[in-house]
T-cell receptor
Framework: DTGVSQDPRHKITKRGQNVTFRCDPI?????LYWYRQTLGQGPEFLTY????????KSRLLSDRFSAERPKGSFSTLEIQRTEQGDSAMYLC??????????????FGPGTRLTVL | SQKIEQNSEALNIQEGKTATLTCNYT??????LQWYRQDPGRGPVFLLL?????KEKRKERLKVTFDTTLKQSLFHITASQPADSATYLC?????????FGAGTRLTVKP
């Protein structure tokens, strides 16, 4: 399967703990996005990378959230000192964006986070 | 502020009928709009893209329109089937800003 993969698929943690999620994009895609989705809502943009450079972060992204894409391939999203409000589905997407190319994104299955 | 909205949370139709879903945007002009399908517990799956200079785009039983005057896109599924039941999301991309609507949950009853 050459699609976007995410690990883990489910994570249950206690409030105050740190969690890290991993995303492996489609190999030839240069852009990688992270979104958060809660029940009944569309995906909410968090941040994106073009190759290894983090080009944009949502103003909604608190400083407890950090993302990396060290070699321009896989990416990690870390949430420090988790809060119950962080409970959501975290989606990763990749694309061949940039320039005149339209940015059709291919999504992974998501990581569902539950903070107790 | 810039918004993208889908004006119905749920749509129920009978098998064989045409489903029409609406997406409206305000206070910006996206270069293109996209429609995605999302099944429960899964990530969105890309369906169609329409550019601002295109009026209509088709793919099999799917049709999308883009009216820049009304600031609206319509998504149609003709000859609907129970397997079409899912949540459909519209998304806009303007510069580096990707926004999704909240989605419309479509149920096609046999």
């Amino acid at each position: 399967d050459t699609g976007v993969s995410q690990d883990p698929r489910h994570k249950i943690t206690k409030r105050g703990q740190n969690v890290t999620f991993r995303c492996d994009p489609i190999s030839e895609h240069n852009r990688l996005y992270w979104y958060r989705q809660t029940l009944g809502q569309g995906p909410e943009f968090l941040t994106y990378f073009q190759n290894e450079a983090q080009l944009e972060k949502s103003r909604l992204l608190s400083d407890r959230f950090s993302a990396e894409r060290p070699k321009g391939s896989f990416s990690t999203l870390e949430i420090q000192r988790t809060e119950q409000g962080d409970s959501a589905m975290y989606l990763c997407a990749s694309s061949l964006g940039g320039g005149r190319r339209t940015d059709t994104q291919y999504f992974g299955p998501g990581t569902r986070l539950t903070v107790l | 502020s810039q918004k993208i909205e889908q004006n119905s949370e749920a749509l129920n139709i009978q098998e064989g009928k045409t489903a029409t879903l609406t997406c409206n945007y305000t206070n910006y002009s996206p270069a293109y709009l996209q429609w995605y399908r999302q099944d429960p517990g899964r990530g969105p799956v890309f369906l169609l893209l329409i550019r601002e200079n295109e009026k209509e785009k088709r793919k099999e039983r799917l049709k999308v329109t883009f009216d820049t005057t009304l600031k609206q896109s319509l998504f149609h599924i003709t000859a609907s089937q129970p397997a079409d039941s899912a949540t459909y999301l519209c998304a806009s991309h303007n510069n580096n800003d990707m926004r999704f609507g909240a989605g419309t949950r479509l149920t096609v009853k046999p």
